[in-house]
């Protein structure tokens, strides 16, 4: 399962079935134990574990996962006593299947027209086939163009989200049901280099939690810069201590092509 992928997919989905921040949250939750888990199919999930990762009463867990389930997006089952068992099913594949049925209507309108065509003179239906030709290969050729830029930047935002997501739970930030929907936001708003190392300075300055990373973005972009080395309470020192490159690995080159104005 594309974890970035499945996520963009069901924000489509949050506006067309307008999810409440319950539902939401639960999602969220369930991916984030599933990916634990190595993307299993069935997975086994205690109430408690939900209601502390989604933030949900155990009432709101029950009313969720039953409009979820309705929607499609999900599937369990009650093992008695036992913890209850989930299942999340992709939604990638709702989107191809309703891709194919575009494709379908867009092939039937073609052949409409195909037919319409033939009921012309020859000289027009030849001229009306070579343009319909001529545009239809410049628009396979335009539509290739565009998946494969968008298979790039998919990549691309893996592999951000995945390194960001890893630094974020290793500073030892509480990772829960919000945490995946705010990397993303966060990356583009501020683009991944800058959410790294605010995580990072955050974790330095033992202010682990997502305001105050929050705080440190909102100080770099007004201040036209990335700065490492702040004050607690989030405002800059005026000092770049050069140790500061230490504790995350830069050397001077490396501060230089990520944009930071002092170390």
């Given at each position: 399962?594309?974890?970035?992928?499945?996520?963009?997919?069901?924000?489509?989905?949050?506006?067309?079935?307008?999810?409440?921040?319950?539902?939401?949250?639960?999602?969220?939750?369930?991916?984030?134990?599933?990916?634990?888990?190595?993307?299993?199919?069935?997975?086994?999930?205690?109430?408690?574990?939900?209601?502390?990762?989604?933030?949900?009463?155990?009432?709101?867990?029950?009313?969720?996962?039953?409009?979820?389930?309705?929607?499609?997006?999900?599937?369990?089952?009650?093992?008695?006593?036992?913890?209850?068992?989930?299942?999340?099913?992709?939604?990638?594949?709702?989107?191809q299947a309703s891709t194919q049925?575009?494709?379908?209507?867009?092939?039937?309108?073609?052949?409409?027209?195909?037919?319409?065509?033939?009921?012309?003179?020859?000289?027009?239906?030849?001229?009306?086939?070579?343009?319909?030709?001529?545009?239809?290969?410049?628009?396979?050729?335009?539509?290739?163009?565009?998946?494969?830029?968008?298979?790039?930047?998919?990549?691309?935002?893996?592999?951000?989200?995945?390194?960001?997501?890893?630094?974020?739970?290793?500073?030892?930030?509480?990772?829960?049901?919000f945490t995946p929907g705010w990397?993303?936001?966060?990356?583009?708003?501020?683009?991944?280099?800058?959410?790294?190392?605010?995580?990072?300075?955050?974790?330095?300055?033992?202010?682990?939690?997502?305001?105050?990373i929050n705080k440190i973005l909102?100080?770099?972009?007004?201040?036209?810069?990335?700065?490492?080395?702040?004050?607690?309470?989030?405002?800059?020192?005026?000092?770049?201590?050069?140790?500061?490159?230490?504790?995350?690995?830069?050397?001077?080159?490396?501060?230089?092509?990520?944009?930071?104005?002092?170390?």
């Open positions: 399962m594309n974890y970035i992928k499945e996520i963009n997919a069901f924000y489509d989905l949050v506006q067309v079935k307008q999810l409440s921040t319950g539902q939401i949250a639960l999602w969220h939750a369930l991916m984030q134990i599933n990916n634990k888990c190595a993307w299993i199919e069935w997975f086994t999930v205690p109430n408690l574990t939900l209601e502390l990762t989604s933030g949900l009463s155990r009432k709101g867990i029950y009313n969720a996962r039953n409009s979820l389930k309705q929607y499609g997006i999900i599937d369990f089952k009650s093992n008695g006593t036992k913890a209850t068992s989930y299942r999340l099913i992709s939604l990638l594949n709702n989107t049925g575009t494709t379908q209507d867009v092939n039937a309108m073609v052949d409409i027209t195909q037919g319409a065509t033939q009921g012309t003179t020859q000289d027009t239906t030849q001229g009306t086939t070579q343009d319909s030709a001529t545009l239809n290969k410049l628009n396979k050729t335009k539509l290739n163009d565009i998946n494969n830029n968008n298979n790039n930047n998919s990549q691309e935002i893996d592999e951000e989200f995945s390194q960001i997501a890893k630094i974020y739970q290793e500073a030892g930030i509480e990772f829960d049901g990397i993303s936001d966060s990356i583009e708003i501020y683009g991944s280099e800058w959410v790294k190392n605010a995580i990072l300075e955050a974790a330095n300055q033992n202010a682990r939690n997502r305001a105050y909102r100080n770099w972009k007004n201040w036209g810069g990335m700065k490492l080395g702040g004050m607690k309470d989030g405002a800059s020192s005026g000092e770049f201590k050069r140790d500061t490159a230490k504790t995350y690995g830069f050397t001077e080159e490396d501060a230089q092509r990520a944009g930071v104005t002092s170390l």
